[in-house]
Structure formats: structure tokens, C-alpha cells
């Protein structure tokens, strides 16, 4: 069933987490908390979102994100986990397979964050894909699981004087919504200032 909009512009984020063992039970999922978290931080303007925890399965992976896509109706829907390069990390596959469209920009910005840190994160296979139907479309992106790395992913990396170092992946993500025909999407620039070309930007009447 598709969410209702109580604004024109708000945005509908599906935040999943992929893991055998959270969704099992074993132990507690930290990805969606901090995925919640850090959106009531950054966004401006009105938003809701709809979580799944579930198993490294293909099969159920592609089902979730086509039904917060085509069903629910999300914007945005987020994925954590299963990106690396065990047997068990099926997430990237699932998402090339539902995407209509590419968008490896992302991931490889991703990359170059997480190697300011550690350099296994050659290792990540994390990738972005629009999916369109009739009547919407969606980004999808595949983010870290750890919170501490899925902060910096989105946020980016300042100095200590709070100047950039290296520019997180959502200061692009409001642009590329505008581009698809989602809602317009602001932030709090403290956090993350979205970017858009001058001609994009609405102006207050």
C-alpha cells in the first residue's frame, strides 16, 4: 500500500538492513537506527520512512526493494550490509537487478571515502541504480553497515575547522531526486549542504 504524502514535498525513505544474523535474531540491528538518526540531523524538510530488517537472500532482497519502490512508493530506499565479498554478500547483485538504470557515481565516491580510513575498502561492492516504473521513480544506494562508516559515507569528511575534506554522497542525492520527478528535498547545511546549479534552486515568494 502506498504511503501518503502529508506535504507535497515530503520525501519517503525505505531504510533496509541486510543480515542473516540481525534479522535472525542474534543480534541487534545498529544499521536503520542509524540510518534514522542521522536523517531527523540533517533533513530540513518533511519526511517518513518505512525499514525492513531482513536475510542475506537475493531473492528476498530484490522483492524488498521492489515493494518499497512500486508499492510503498519511496523515493530514496537505503540498504545496509552484504556489500563485500563473501559468498553471503548478495546485496549489490539484487540491486543491479531491480535498477532500471546506473548511477556508479556513487559508489565509487563511496570507495574514495572509506579509504581515507582503511584500505580494504577496495573490497566494498557498494552501487547505486534508479528504479522506474509507469508513474515513479527511485533512487536506490547500498551503504556501509557499520553506523560510524555509514555517517561518513552521507556526510562526508571535515577538517577541524569544519571545511570539507571529502564531499559526502547525499549533498548529491536532493539534485538527482529533482531529476527523477521526486520531491524537493532540503537539509540542514550544518550537517550536509545539498548541492544544486543555481537554475535548480527554488526560489522563496
Excluded at 500500500?1 to 525513505?13: A, G, V, W, Y
Excluded at 542474534?26 to 542521522?38: F, H, I, Q, T
Excluded at 521492489?66 to 519511496?74: K, N, S, T
Excluded at 539484487?94 to 556513487?106: D, V
Aim: net charge negative; hydrophobic share 40%.
Amino acid at each position: 500500500m502506498k504511503k501518503n504524502r502529508t506535504h507535497p514535498d515530503e520525501l519517503i525513505i525505505g531504510l533496509v538492513s541486510i543480515s542473516d544474523r540481525a534479522s535472525g535474531g542474534v543480534y541487534e540491528d545498529l544499521g536503520v537506527p542509524a540510518l534514522r538518526d542521522w536523517f531527523t540531523q540533517v533533513l530540513a524538510s518533511p519526511w517518513q520512512m518505512e525499514t525492513r530488517l531482513i536475510p542475506d537472500d537475493r531473492a528476498t532482497i530484490e522483492k524488498t526493494l521492489i515493494e518499497l519502490v512500486d508499492e510503498i512508493g519511496c523515493d530514496l530506499v537505503l540498504t545496509t550490509g552484504g556489500t563485500g565479498p563473501a559468498r553471503r554478500d548478495v546485496t549489490p547483485e539484487a540491486t543491479l537487478a531491480i535498477g532500471t538504470r546506473g548511477m556508479p557515481g556513487f559508489g565509487e565516491q563511496m570507495r574514495q571515502i572509506s579509504l581515507q580510513f582503511v584500505p580494504t575498502a577496495i573490497l566494498s561492492r557498494q552501487v547505486a541504480v534508479i528504479r522506474e516504473n509507469a508513474d515513479h521513480a527511485a533512487l536506490i544506494m547500498n551503504l556501509p553497515g557499520q553506523p560510524k562508516s555509514i555517517r561518513e559515507t552521507l556526510e562526508g569528511l571535515k577538517d577541524a575547522d569544519g571545511k570539507s575534506i571529502v564531499s559526502g554522497i547525499f549533498a548529491a542525492v536532493p539534485y538527482c531526486i529533482d531529476l527523477i520527478g521526486g520531491p524537493y528535498v532540503e537539509t540542514h547545511e550544518a550537517v550536509c549542504k545539498a548541492f544544486r546549479p543555481k537554475s535548480a534552486i527554488r526560489k522563496i515568494s
